[in-house]
Nanobody
Framework: QVQIVESGGGLVQPGGSLRLSCAAS????????MGWYRQAPGKERELVAR???????NYADSVKGRFTISRDNAKNTVYLQMNTLKPEDTAVYYC???????????????WGQGTLVTVSS
């Protein structure tokens, strides 16, 4: 089991930027695919970005071109750089290890507390 702590959320105006961090415990971090999810009020949790152990990335269409996921294996940390934020990006953001089986991508660990991002003027 890996423990995960997300940070970096806050209140930002539309068009602004934030960088989220996800610190994960455990020596297996470097061989794990990692992903950022978000859950907006009244909506289901959705995967918005993922990065494989070798650095390949994928994004949801809603964030493509605005968000960038990256990882620092030496620090057991995954980042989500969010630019040109929109009100519809308002959500609690979570990260997790991923297991990818064919086209199915699933979270592996218990969810952390997440970090709240509010985009509002």
């Amino acid at each position: 089991q890996v423990q995960i702590v997300e940070s970096g959320g806050g209140l930002v105006q539309p068009g602004g930027s934030l960088r989220l961090s996800c610190a994960a415990s455990g020596s297996i971090f470097s061989i794990s695919a990692m992903g950022w999810y978000r859950q907006a009020p009244g909506k289901e949790r959705e995967l918005v970005a993922r990065v494989s152990s070798d650095g390949r990335t994928n994004y949801a269409d809603s964030v493509k071109g605005r968000f960038t996921i990256s990882r620092d294996n030496a620090k057991n940390t995954v980042y989500l750089q969010m630019n040109t934020l929109k009100p519809e990006d308002t959500a609690v953001y979570y990260c997790n290890r991923l297991v990818v089986v064919g086209t199915n991508v699933m979270p592996l660990d218990a969810w952390g507390q997440g970090t709240l991002v509010t985009v509002s003027s």
